[in-house]
């Protein structure tokens, strides 16, 4: 199973603020709109076998963790993800991990508690400007990529990812969050991951 982990320090953690229909003032949730849809959709289908974790740390109450696997199940088209997303963060409930579609799960969790849960069963490559090169990476099938937003990861969380990441760059230009999640998984279906 494949795995992305897009962190936000500005995304909404709550349904109310993506209901007032601005996705860049509820902390930019455009591009982790954007980035969910480049994980998950082809064109006339959907990725059966990625699973795409958001981490927000916005207002009004952070951090949410939302887990989301697209089935057959959870028929969502691309223009439906805001609203998948909002429906999910209004279903939260306290101390409980929650699912509230087929295979979509919210529950309060950081970033780190995230990575470290998934990092039992999967390998974690961190996306840095610095980090090898994702086409020489050796990539297993269980893997998880994470990645931040326009602002990145912060500082604290950046130092202690990176000593259980591995680092990897795309190349030597900046992308967009969904350009980078779509040139990995371009390398991944090239390499029959």
């Known amino acids: 199973m494949k795995h992305f982990l ?3 320090k500005s995304a909404a953690t709550s349904g109310a603020a993506l209901s007032q229909g601005d996705l860049m003032k509820a902390g930019r949730m455009d591009i982790a709109i954007h980035s969910f849809i480049q994980s998950v959709y082809l064109s ?3 990725r059966k076998d990625v699973i795409f974790h958001f981490v927000f740390y916005g207002p009004p109450n952070p951090p949410r963790h939302i887990e989301i696997q697209i089935s057959d199940e959870l028929e969502v088209s691309k223009k439906d993800v ?3 997303i909002k429906k999910i963060l209004y279903k939260y409930k306290e101390g409980k991990k929650t699912e509230v579609f087929p295979k ?11 990575v470290q849960e998934l990092a039992k069963e999967n390998e974690i490559f961190l996306l840095d400007e610095k980090g090898l090169d994702l086409r020489k990476a050796k990539i297993l099938k ?6 931040g937003d326009q602002d990145g990861i912060p500082a604290k969380e950046l130092k202690r990812l990176k000593q259980t990441a ?7 230009k900046t992308y967009f969050a969904s350009q980078v999640v779509a040139i990995v998984n371009n390398e ?4 029959g991951i």
Do not use: Q
């Not at 979509?104 to 995230?114: A, G, H, I, Q, R």
């Not at 269980?142 to 990645?147: D, E, T």
């Open 6 to 8: 897009y962190f936000s």
């Open 44 to 46: 006339g289908d959907y």
């Open 82 to 84: 805001g609203n998948l």
């Open 104 to 114: 979509c799960f919210v529950e309060k969790k950081s970033l780190l508690d995230v």
């Open 142 to 147: 269980n893997c998880v990529f994470v990645l």
């Open 166 to 172: 591995t680092l990897i760059s795309i190349g030597p």
């Open 188 to 191: 991944l279906d090239r390499r």
